[in-house]
């Protein structure tokens, strides 16, 4: 969970790899602040996505005011991957990654948190401390977008 | 409900694992910083319990410098005070003597 969301945020394994190490000390540092209970697992992965969320937002931004960074290439404006002979739904959801990873951190991280984790609008505001209704705009902008971005290079597909 | 393209991105955000030897460096990792941190609080204990020693030593020196002066004071009102009764008695039969001569 906490890695998945790491990468598919900031799509470099040995970033997503350190951002989750960040996150598991934490936890580690915090342990005994989660009391034993019924909801002890659900406060955990509540906590654990709260954090690797805001931890990915803290990352980009770094690197940003960093020069020379890796992640500072848009993965928009790559060419789409070349895929010859593969299925056609590989080749679509390499697009979608890059269209994903090209969209600004909050709205990404919302549609990471909503289709990954499969998590729903109330939960996302509640875990990037932002109005549901913010959620909510954020999530059918990007899917406007990608809608259009996908059809434009692939037919449309809805 | 989620449309087609919608499953279409949960597929593209599927779960991803990380590489074999994260859970080991993550675990490497948390040893290192829970020694570093056990170190942090020795370090800190140590740094308390020094002031502590240093205040403890101060006041201590402070009292000890205050009882000197006192008994020093208290010294030097007594040598006075005999001086003073000394020359006085001397005066008085000085004074007797004038006295004395002068009838």
Request: some cysteine.
């Amino acid at each position: 969970m906490v890695f998945s969301i790491a990468y598919h945020f900031l799509r470099e394994r040995s970033a997503a790899e350190e951002v989750a190490q960040d996150v598991f000390l934490q936890f580690h540092r915090r342990f005994d602040d989660f009391r034993p209970g019924p909801d002890r697992e659900k406060h955990i992965s509540h906590w654990l996505r709260k954090v690797a969320s805001h931890r990915c937002i803290d990352y980009v931004r770094k690197q940003r005011t960093q020069p020379a960074s890796g992640l500072a290439v848009s993965l928009e404006d790559a060419p789409p991957p070349s895929v010859a002979g593969e299925p056609a739904d590989h080749f679509l959801n390499q697009r979608l990654e890059s269209l994903i990873a090209s969209l600004p951190e909050k709205p990404r991280m919302v549609l990471i948190l909503r289709y990954q984790e499969d998590l729903m609008p109330e939960e996302i505001a509640s875990l990037l401390d932002m109005p549901v209704r913010t959620v909510k705009s954020h999530l059918q902008r990007s899917l406007e977008m990608l809608r259009e971005k996908i059809g434009r290079s692939m037919g449309n597909i809805r | 409900m989620m449309d087609d393209f919608e499953k279409q991105i949960q597929q593209a955000l599927s779960r991803k694992d990380p590489s074999p030897f994260f859970e080991a460096r993550v675990l490497a990792a948390a040893k290192r910083d829970a020694r570093a941190r056990r170190a942090n609080w020795q370090m800190w204990w140590a740094s308390a319990v020094a002031a502590s020693l240093l205040i403890v030593t101060g006041s201590a020196w402070q009292y000890e410098k205050g009882v000197r002066e006192r008994a020093a004071g208290e010294q030097a009102k007594a040598r006075l005070e005999l001086a003073l009764k000394v020359t006085s008695v001397k005066l008085q039969k000085i004074s007797q003597k004038v006295e004395h001569i002068q009838n």
